[in-house]
Nanobody
């Protein structure tokens, strides 16, 4: 069973970097893709980026291209979100999501980790 657990969030200053981690504690071995979403206060959840599990292809929302990078560590069933040049506008709860079925639409979700960027 997929069990996604995010970590790495916190309170940081603008201009700094932060790396979020998402680990599947359920030891799933057949992901199709994993991704990151975020939800800022008073806003809808939005897509940040994703990674294909087999080919490591990545894709990003335009708002984070060039500043955020997604990678994965297959042996630990972990995906990372490296966030650079942070600004207060990225303050949100960041969620990890995953699919194990091709064509599915983000079947599994973590509980989220709070990222707060102070100016």
């Amino acid at each position: 069973q997929v069990q996604l657990v995010e970590s790495g969030g916190g309170l940081v200053q603008a201009g700094t970097s932060l790396r979020l981690s998402c680990r599947d504690s359920g030891r799933t071995t057949s992901f199709i893709r994993m991704g990151w979403f975020r939800q800022a206060p008073g806003k809808e959840r939005e897509f940040v980026g994703g990674i294909g599990w087999s080919d490591r292809s990545t894709w990003y929302a335009d708002s984070v291209k060039g500043r955020f990078t997604i990678s994965r560590y297959n042996a630990k069933n972990t995906v990372y979100l490296q966030m650079n040049s942070l600004n207060p506008e990225v303050t949100a709860v960041y969620y990890c999501a995953a699919d194990v079925i091709s064509g599915a639409s983000w079947e599994y979700w973590g509980q989220g980790t709070q990222v707060t960027v102070s100016s």
